[in-house]
C-alpha cells in the first residue's frame, strides 16, 4: 500500500516544480520533503499530494530553496569541455543556459555541475547567456558572473575573434556589469589589461532577504565610514528584528548614488518574504515574493519611477501563497508575535506611517488575511507626553492610518474598527525615554 501511495503521490504532483521531490509513507500517513522555487509551489504540491485517493494525512517539509550570497555562475572552457558551475534559480533557467551553450557550441561536452539557489540577480539568465555566446571566440576561457559582474578570462582563437569578442564585451547586456577581463589573441604581446574594456559603473551593492532565517546579507563596496554606517542604519530601519550579516568592502570607487538608491529601494526589499536587491551598473534590480498583490504592484510602481542618480530600476517579483486559514485565537497569536518582534512607526506627532513600516505592515495584512471571519480591533496607544485630549486624538488618527492601510492592501474593511485609547492601559513607565516609546504602540484585538 505505501508503495502504491507514494507512485500515485509522485504522479500526482505532476508539473509542479520541485527540486529532489521525496515521499516517505507510514501506513497512509505521508511526509513530502523537496526543495520549491515559490511559496506556490510548496502549498500546490501538499495540496496534490494530500488529495490523492487513499492519503490521510500529509506532513509538508518542503522549503524553499536556499538563498545565495553572492550569487555565482561560473563557465569554464578547456579544449573541447564546457564546465557550468555555481548557482542556477530554477529549472527553465539552467535548461535556457543549456540550450544556449550547446547552440552556440554543437561539438561540445558540457558538464553540467550547478546547484539551485534564490536570489539572482533580475539580469541573471540574460548574463549567462551572454556569457555563453561568447565561447565560441575562445579557445580556452574562464568566466565568472557574480552578482551581475561578469569577468573574463581566456585566449581568443585568433585576432579576428579577439577584436569582436571586445567589441561585445563593451556593449553588456543592460542589468550586468563588467569586471576584471584578461583575454590574449594567442600571444602575450595581445594582452588585454582591464582599464581596457572595465565599465565605470562596475561596483555592486546587495542585500538579501532570508525569511526563513530571518537574516539581512549585505555586500558590495563602500566609499568611507560614514556612508558604510548610513547604508547600515537604513538596512536596521527597517529590518529591526532581523539579524544583519555585514559583508561589505571599503572602496574608493564607491559610486556616491549608492546610499541615496538603497535607502529608497531596502524598505520594498523588506515587504518581501524572500528576497534580494541588487545595485549595479545604474542599474537596480529587486526580485522576490510578495505576501500579496497589493504589496507586489506598489513595489513594481515605485521601482519603475525615477529613481536617484540616473539609476533604472528592474522588478521580478511573485506573489506568495497566503498562509493557512487560522481560527481567531490562531488569529490573535499571530498578531501578538507581530507586534512582540516589531512596531508600527509614524512620523513625529503626526499619523503619517513612516516608510520603515512597511514590512510589519505586510506582516499585519498577511494575517489579517488568514482569519477572514475575524473581526479585528486596531488600538492605538500615545505615551504620557503632552495632554490627555491630544493624545487621544493623536493615537485615534494613527490606528485610522492603520485601518487605511490594511484595506487599501485588500483587507474587507467591514471587518476592522479603529479606536484610540490614548494614554490608557500603558505597558512602561512614562518616566523614561524607552517606556514611553513601548507606550506609543498600535496593537490588534481579534473578536
Do not use: W
Not at 547600515?232 to 529590518?239: G, I, S
Request: glycine share 8%; aromatic share 4%.
Amino acid at each position: 500500500m505505501q508503495q502504491d501511495l507514494s507512485q500515485r503521490s509522485a504522479s500526482a504532483l505532476g508539473q509542479i516544480t520541485l527540486d529532489k521531490p521525496s515521499l516517505n509513507f507510514s501506513g497512509r500517513d505521508g511526509t513530502l520533503m523537496a526543495n520549491a522555487f515559490t511559496p506556490r509551489d510548496i502549498t500546490e504540491a501538499a495540496t496534490a499530494v494530500g488529495t490523492t485517493a487513499g492519503v490521510r494525512l500529509v506532513k509538508n517539509e518542503a522549503r524553499l530553496a536556499p538563498t545565495a550570497q553572492p550569487y555565482n555562475f561560473g563557465i569554464e572552457k578547456t579544449d573541447n569541455t564546457i564546465t557550468l558551475t555555481g548557482n542556477v534559480p530554477r529549472p527553465d533557467v539552467r535548461q535556457s543556459i543549456l540550450d544556449t551553450l550547446k547552440a552556440e557550441n554543437p561539438s561540445a561536452n558540457v558538464v553540467d555541475k550547478l546547484t539551485y539557489a534564490l536570489g539572482a540577480p533580475a539580469a541573471f539568465e540574460t548574463a549567462a547567456q551572454f556569457a555563453a555566446k561568447q565561447l565560441p571566440a575562445l579557445s580556452s576561457a574562464s568566466m565568472a558572473l557574480s552578482n551581475g559582474t561578469l569577468s573574463v578570462n581566456g585566449v581568443a582563437k585568433d585576432r579576428s575573434d579577439f577584436a569582436n569578442l571586445m567589441t561585445a564585451l563593451r556593449s553588456t547586456p543592460q542589468g550586468v556589469a563588467l569586471g576584471q577581463v584578461h583575454v590574449q589573441a594567442g600571444s602575450p604581446d595581445s594582452t588585454v589589461k582591464t582599464a581596457a574594456v572595465q565599465t565605470s559603473q562596475d561596483t555592486v551593492f546587495s542585500a538579501v532577504r532570508n525569511g526563513q532565517e530571518n537574516t539581512l546579507t549585505l555586500s558590495g563596496n563602500y566609499q568611507n565610514d560614514q556612508q558604510h554606517q548610513d547604508l547600515l542604519a537604513a538596512a536596521k530601519r527597517n529590518f529591526t528584528s532581523s539579524t544583519i550579516i555585514d559583508n561589505m568592502k571599503k572602496a574608493g570607487n564607491a559610486p556616491a548614488g549608492t546610499l541615496a538608491v538603497a535607502a529608497l529601494a531596502l524598505p520594498h526589499l523588506s515587504r518581501l518574504s524572500d528576497g534580494a536587491l541588487q545595485i549595479s551598473n545604474k542599474t537596480v534590480s529587486l526580485t522576490g515574493s510578495a505576501l500579496d498583490d497589493s504589496a507586489a504592484k506598489v513595489i513594481k510602481t515605485a521601482m519603475s519611477g525615477p529613481l536617484p542618480d540616473g539609476y533604472t530600476g528592474q522588478t521580478d517579483i511573485a506573489v506568495a501563497q497566503p498562509g493557512a486559514p487560522v481560527d481567531n485565537a490562531g488569529c490573535q497569536s499571530l498578531f501578538s508575535d507581530i507586534v512582540r518582534n516589531d512596531t508600527i512607526h509614524f512620523e513625529t506627532g503626526s499619523a503619517r506611517i513612516d516608510t520603515n513600516s512597511a514590512k510589519i505592515l505586510n506582516s499585519v495584512v498577511s494575517t489579517a488575511q488568514r482569519c477572514p471571519t475575524g473581526k479585528i480591533e486596531i488600538r492605538g496607544y500615545a505615551d504620557g507626553e503632552g495632554s490627555s485630549k491630544a493624545n487621544l486624538a493623536l493615537s485615534q488618527h494613527r490606528s485610522d492610518a492603520v485601518k487605511q492601510y490594511m484595506v487599501n492592501a485588500g483587507v474587507d474593511g467591514s471587518r476592522l474598527t479603529a479606536v484610540g485609547y490614548g494614554e490608557a492601559e500603558p505597558v512602561a513607565s512614562n518616566d523614561t525615554p524607552d517606556g514611553r516609546a513601548k507606550n506609543r504602540r498600535i496593537e490588534f484585538l481579534v473578536k
